[in-house]
């Protein structure tokens, strides 16, 4: 296959909204996923107003069957307290945001970045390779059939764990916190509710206040969406059982929910995720990547005329964002006039390197980096 300008790698919101953008700015765009859409994700469904403007954007279809709108979160601190917040009138952002499965919301994007002209591979699977003389390329195998391409750039989505990532090295810092989190899907009478909701203060058969929280996400067709979430800060986070804690919301959540064993559709589903950017390589290639995407503050570390002559006298070195910066940026409106010359820039600087490879790092967190509701 010809090389393309852009190699995106995971097929999360995250990865297809770059693809989309790049695509949309004129650029030769291949998306590989490595599992098949649709596709199971843990996660909480839910969408607030920011991935809505990004998703209004991208011509997303709110009026899709799976979509389910919600104008604001309930949230409960124990049985004494409840609070319910609508989302406020903005000038930018919606008043209202959404639930709909990641498998029904990863596919319909996706379909909207092949629409955009971006060649979507699935069921594919990408490896970095550094090669002697320090170029990189990546290997593209399915089917059993493998083959090499070197894209100008490659953007790296495919997960906050990023076998990708790691292949080249990127570790997580100990001393940030990881979080643990378990769903699952069960009927309810109360699936169209208006509201998000959650529960601050989990509590076990005994009575005991038990760490982390809990949430309810109704889907609109007659299914919600269960969950709850912890951090290891917690003193004793590794000897919580999520599987234990979901027990034990759903046996205290509101009644109204109509939540059981009996009302179950799956069993709890969940794992661990790296929280607060812990994941990446070391903080100069971070303020490399910031000054090269023109942010503000930590982009005046180095200036874009610095990273010119920087990148122009280093062929075949990387170039690493931090943690989720794409999708980060994506989120506060990274497609501005001003971004798009950087990316440009950057790509016309890549050209004349003499093969240097571009690898913007964004090992997303969830679909959307702060837009997504984990």
Not at 44 to 70: K, S
Not at 183 to 210: C, H, K, N, V
């Amino acid at each position: 296959m010809t090389t393309p300008d852009v190699l995106v790698v995971g097929g999360g919101p995250a990865g297809s909204a770059a693809a989309y953008w790049l695509a949309q700015d004129g650029h030769d765009v291949l998306l590989v996923e490595k599992k098949e859409y649709p596709r199971e994700k843990t996660c909480g469904d839910g969408l607030t107003p920011r991935a809505i403007l990004q998703l209004h954007d991208m011509g997303f279809d709110f009026e899709a069957g799976e979509f389910h709108r919600v104008t604001g979160l309930r949230s409960y601190a124990g049985d004494d307290l409840m609070l319910e917040m609508h989302w406020p009138d903005h000038s930018i952002y919606p008043s209202w945001g959404g639930v709909i499965r990641r498998s029904d919301l990863d596919a319909q994007v996706a379909t909207l970045v092949a629409k955009q002209g971006v060649a979507v591979r699935q069921k594919v699977e990408a490896s970095p390779l550094v090669e002697a003389d320090g170029t990189v390329a990546v290997e593209l195998r399915a089917d059993g059939e493998r083959e090499l391409v070197r894209p100008r750039v490659v953007v790296v989505a495919d997960g906050s764990l990023s076998r990708f990532g790691r292949a080249l090295g990127t570790e997580r810092r100990r001393d940030y916190p990881m979080g643990l989190a378990a769903r699952g899907y069960f009927t309810s009478p109360r699936s169209e509710d208006g509201f998000l909701e959650s529960q601050l203060d989990i509590r076990d058969e005994t009575g005991a206040s038990m760490p982390g929280y809990g949430w309810v996400f109704p889907l609109g067709d007659g299914t919600v969406n269960v969950g709850v979430g912890l951090l290891s800060t917690f003193r004793r986070w590794k000897a919580v059982n999520t599987t234990d804690m979901m027990a034990a919301y759903v046996r205290s959540a509101p009644s109204y929910w109509g939540l059981s064993d009996q009302t179950a559709l799956t069993a709890p589903r969940g794992g661990k995720l790296a929280m607060g950017f812990s994941v990446g390589p070391s903080f100069i290639y971070f303020a490399v990547a910031l000054a090269m995407l023109g942010l503000s503050a930590a982009g005046s570390i180095l200036s874009l005329v610095d990273l010119k002559r920087w990148a122009a006298k280093r062929p075949g070195i990387l170039f690493w964002s931090s943690l989720g910066i794409v999708a980060l940026l994506l989120a506060t409106h990274f497609f501005t006039a001003d971004a798009k010359q950087h990316l440009n820039t950057v790509l016309e600087a890549a050209g004349r390197s003499g093969g240097t490879q571009l690898l913007v790092r964004t090992l997303v967190l969830q679909s959307l980096v702060s837009a997504v509701k984990i």
